[in-house]
C-alpha cells in the first residue's frame, strides 16, 4: 500500500494545500509544518507558475508572494527535503513545469528529482487525461501517485478515462468556477460523488471548503476525504497584510487545520451511527 | 487536426471544468461551420457591417524603389481599422446562437477589445474587457471608444500588466461564469477549439487576396508577409495559399534586437511551452517579453504557426523595434498608408525581402492602421 493510499486507510483523510514559498523560503517550512501537527493525513504542496488557469484571486496571491520570494522548480526541491513532515506529499503544479524541467520535453526528469526530494504524488490541473500517458509512465516507475480533478461537468469517455489513469485518490471539484473559499456549498458534491462511486480510489472533495462544519458536511455526503486550500491561504494572506510574526501565523494555521480535521472526524462518526428507521 | 492539435502543438491543457465546455463549443463551432444560414448572415454582417471585401492595393513607390512588386492586402480599412472584426463578429454570432449573453476578451492593443465592443453592441451582448494596466496607459484612445460602445473595462495589474495578464484575467473569468458568457479570443490561441475557430473566420483575408491576385496579375504573388503577435492576421492570410507555391513569412516583435533579452519572438527564439491552454512556442524564461507595438506583446504564439515552423513551411523572423519604425515612416511617405506598428513589422519583412531580389512579387497583409499608434510615433520622430 502506497503512503497516501495508507493515510485514507483509518478515517476520513484531511487534505489542506498551501503553496511552497509563501511569503518566503522560511516561514513556509513552519506553515507546512503547522499543517501536520493540526491533523493534515496529506498535503497539497503547490509549486508555483506564472501562469495559472482558473486559479481565484487567494491562491493567485499565494503564487505571486512565492514567486517573488525567489521560488522555482530547484528550490522547492529543497523545500521538500528540508520539510520535516511525515506526512505523504503531493506536488500540485501545471503541466508545463513538468514538461521544461531538466533536458525538457519529457516529464521523466521532474519526476525522477521530486520523487527523489520526497514527493509521493502529483495532481496537475491543465494536464489533459488524452495526454497524461507520459505523466503516468513516470509516475509508475518512480513510485508515485497520479492524483486527477473532476469537475462537476467531465462525464462519458472524460471520465472513464480518468478512471483508467488515476491513483492515490480522486480529487472531486465541489462545484463550478476558480478555486477560493465560500460561505456555501453547492449541492454538487453529492452528484459528482455519486458519479466517481464506483471507483477503487478514495474520494476527496475540495473546492469552497473554509470551516469544520464543511468539513464535516462533505465526509456525511460521504467524500473519504476533504481538501483545503484558499481557507489556509488566506490565514497567510492575513499575515502578511498585518506583518504578524510567523509563529503566530503558524499557529492560526494549525489551529484551522485542527478545526477542520475535527470536522471532518465528525462527520465519520455521524456516517458510523446507524440511520434512525423511516417508516 | 479533429482532435485540436497541429502536429503536437495545441490541444486542450486547462482544468477539468473547462474541458468539457470548450468540446461544447468546438462541437457548436462545427455545426455552424456547416450551417449556409450561419455562413450567409456573417457574410451579410462582413460586407455590411465590417466593409468587406477589403482591397488589393499595389504599392507603386515601394515597389520601384525595391524591385520587387509589392501588393497590399488593405485590412486596415476595414469597420475598427483592423482584421479584428473578422473574428469578433464570427464569435459574437456563434454566441448568439448557443444562447449566450455575455462576452468577455481579452485585448492587447486595445484593437480586438473594440473590434468586441462593437461586435457585442451590434448583437445586443453585454461586453467586458480585460485589458493590462501597461496596455491601458499606452492605447487611452481604444479604452475610450471601448467604453463609448457600452462595453466595461477592466484594468488587469497583476504579473507584467500585459497581454498574458489580461488572458489570465479573462480564463478566470470564463471558469466562473461559463454558463452565460462566451469568452471571445482574439487570436488563433488558447486551448482547442479557438486556434482553428479564429483561423477559420480571418482566412476571409487569404480567401479574398488568393482571388485578387489572380484577376489581377493572373498568378499568385511569390511570397506571403504578416506580422505575428498570437498570429491571427498572419494564418489568416496564409491558411488559404498553404497548398500553393507560396512563401510565408512571418515578422514577430524582434523588441530591442538579439540578445536583448527583450523581445516578443518565440518562433524565431522560443522554446516549447505548455500556455494558456495550448503547447505552443513560447519566449524563454529569461527574456521578458517586449514589443513596441502592443498587439504583439505575447510570450506565446497561435500552435498552428508552431507547426508551420517545425515543418519548414513557414519561416520565422525577428523584426526590431527600430526596424518597424522605420518601416512605419517609410510606409507612410511612399504610399501615404499609416500602416499600425504591429503591420509595420511584417512591411519592413517585405521591404528586406524585396531588397534580396529573391521573389518577385510579395503579397502583405496590411493588417491595420496605426492611427492608434499617433502617440509613440509623434515621441519618436518627434512630430
Redesign the interface.
Known amino acids: 500500500m502506497s503512503r497516501i493510499s495508507a493515510a485514507f486507510a483509518d478515517g476520513p483523510a484531511f487534505v489542506p494545500y498551501l503553496a511552497a514559498g509563501d511569503p518566503d523560503y522560511e516561514s513556509s517550512l513552519s506553515y507546512v509544518e503547522a499543517l501536520e501537527r493540526g491533523g493534515a493525513d496529506v498535503i497539497e504542496l503547490g509549486l508555483p507558475f506564472?501562469?495559472?488557469?482558473?486559479?481565484?484571486s487567494t491562491i493567485?496571491g499565494a503564487i505571486?508572494r512565492a514567486l517573488e520570494a525567489g521560488m522555482t522548480p530547484t528550490r522547492y526541491f529543497e523545500f521538500v527535503e528540508d520539510l520535516d513532515v511525515d506526512v505523504p506529499l503531493v506536488c500540485m503544479t501545471?503541466?508545463?513545469l513538468i514538461?521544461?524541467f531538466g533536458e525538457?520535453?519529457g516529464p521523466e526528469d521532474f519526476v525522477r528529482r521530486a520523487a527523489a526530494a520526497g514527493i509521493d504524488g502529483f495532481v496537475v490541473?491543465?494536464?489533459?487525461a488524452?495526454?497524461a500517458e507520459p505523466l503516468r509512465e513516470a509516475c509508475d516507475e518512480h513510485g508515485c501517485e497520479l492524483v486527477?480533478?473532476?469537475?462537476?461537468?467531465?462525464?462519458g469517455e472524460?471520465l472513464e478515462r480518468?478512471m483508467s489513469q488515476v491513483s492515490g485518490y480522486v480529487y472531486v471539484?465541489a462545484r463550478?468556477?476558480?478555486t477560493g473559499a465560500r460561505t456555501d456549498l453547492s449541492g454538487r458534491a453529492e452528484e459528482s460523488l455519486e458519479r466517481v462511486a464506483e471507483w477503487d480510489v478514495p474520494k476527496a472533495v475540495g473546492f469552497g471548503i473554509s470551516t469544520g462544519d464543511h468539513a464535516q458536511r462533505v465526509i456525511e455526503a460521504g467524500a473519504d476525504g476533504v481538501i483545503v486550500g484558499s481557507a489556509l491561504v488566506d490565514i497567510v494572506a492575513q499575515g502578511v497584510e498585518r506583518g504578524d510574526p510567523a509563529v503566530t501565523v503558524a499557529s492560526r494555521l494549525e489551529g484551522k487545520a485542527r478545526e477542520l480535521k475535527e470536522g471532518a472526524l465528525r462527520g465519520a462518526a455521524a456516517n458510523e451511527r446507524p440511520h434512525p428507521e423511516r417508516t | 487536426m479533429a482532435?485540436g492539435t497541429f502536429d503536437g502543438y495545441g490541444?486542450?491543457?486547462?482544468?477539468?471544468?473547462?474541458?468539457?465546455?470548450l468540446k461544447h463549443l468546438g462541437q457548436a463551432y462545427d455545426e455552424v461551420a456547416d450551417s449556409e444560414s450561419f455562413q450567409a448572415d456573417l457574410r451579410d454582417l462582413l460586407e455590411t457591417f465590417a466593409g468587406r471585401p477589403t482591397p488589393l492595393h499595389y504599392a507603386r513607390n515601394l515597389s520601384e524603389r525595391y524591385g520587387a512588386d509589392i501588393y497590399l492586402k488593405r485590412e486596415d480599412l476595414l469597420h475598427g481599422g483592423a482584421h479584428k472584426i473578422n473574428n469578433t463578429l464570427g464569435q459574437a454570432l456563434l454566441a448568439k446562437r448557443a444562447g449566450k449573453d455575455r462576452l468577455i476578451a481579452e485585448t492587447g492593443a486595445g484593437q480586438h477589445g473594440t473590434a468586441t465592443a462593437m461586435a457585442g453592441a451590434l448583437l445586443d451582448l453585454d461586453t467586458e474587457i480585460y485589458m493590462g494596466e501597461k496596455d491601458v496607459e499606452r492605447q487611452r484612445m481604444n479604452v475610450f471608444r471601448m467604453r463609448l460602445m457600452g462595453a466595461t473595462v477592466n484594468e488587469v495589474s497583476?504579473?507584467g500588466a500585459g497581454l498574458?495578464d489580461a488572458v489570465?484575467a479573462a480564463?478566470?473569468d470564463m471558469?466562473?461564469n461559463?454558463e452565460d458568457t462566451h469568452y471571445l479570443v482574439g487570436s488563433v490561441v488558447g486551448p482547442d477549439p479557438f486556434p482553428r475557430m479564429v483561423r477559420d473566420f480571418q482566412s476571409v483575408i487569404g480567401e479574398e487576396a488568393r482571388e485578387q491576385m489572380l484577376d489581377r496579375t493572373g498568378s499568385l504573388p511569390d511570397a506571403a508577409v504578416a506580422c505575428v503577435g498570437g498570429g491571427s492576421n498572419a494564418i489568416g492570410l496564409f491558411h488559404p495559399l498553404r497548398d500553393d507555391d507560396v512563401a510565408f513569412y512571418g515578422a514577430e516583435g524582434g523588441g530591442k534586437g538579439e540578445g536583448s533579452g527583450q523581445h516578443a519572438a518565440p518562433l524565431a527564439e522560443g522554446?516549447?511551452?505548455?500556455?494558456?491552454?495550448m503547447k505552443t512556442r513560447v519566449i524563454d524564461d529569461d527574456t521578458e517579453v517586449h514589443s513596441v507595438s502592443a498587439g504583439l506583446d505575447y510570450p506565446g504564439v497561435g500552435p498552428e504557426h508552431a507547426m508551420f515552423r517545425a515543418v519548414g513551411r513557414a519561416e520565422y523572423t525577428a523584426v526590431t523595434d527600430d526596424e518597424a519604425l522605420a518601416a512605419f515612416r517609410e510606409l507612410s511617405e511612399t504610399e501615404g498608408i499609416i500602416p499600425a506598428l504591429e503591420t509595420s513589422h511584417g512591411v519592413a519583412r517585405a521591404i528586406e525581402l524585396a531588397e534580396t531580389g529573391e521573389h518577385d512579387s510579395i503579397l502583405v497583409n496590411l493588417s491595420g492602421r496605426g492611427d492608434k499608434d499617433m502617440q509613440t510615433a509623434a515621441e519618436h520622430f518627434d512630430l
Do not use: W
Open positions: 506564472s501562469e495559472p488557469i482558473a486559479e481565484g493567485q505571486v501545471y503541466y508545463n514538461y521544461q525538457g520535453g490541473p491543465d494536464l489533459p488524452e495526454e486527477f480533478i473532476v469537475a462537476p461537468t467531465t462525464k472524460r480518468i471539484q463550478l468556477g476558480t | 482532435d490541444g486542450r491543457h486547462v482544468p477539468d471544468m473547462l474541458e468539457e465546455p497583476r504579473g498574458a489570465d480564463l478566470e471558469a466562473e461559463i522554446e516549447d511551452e505548455v500556455i494558456h491552454g
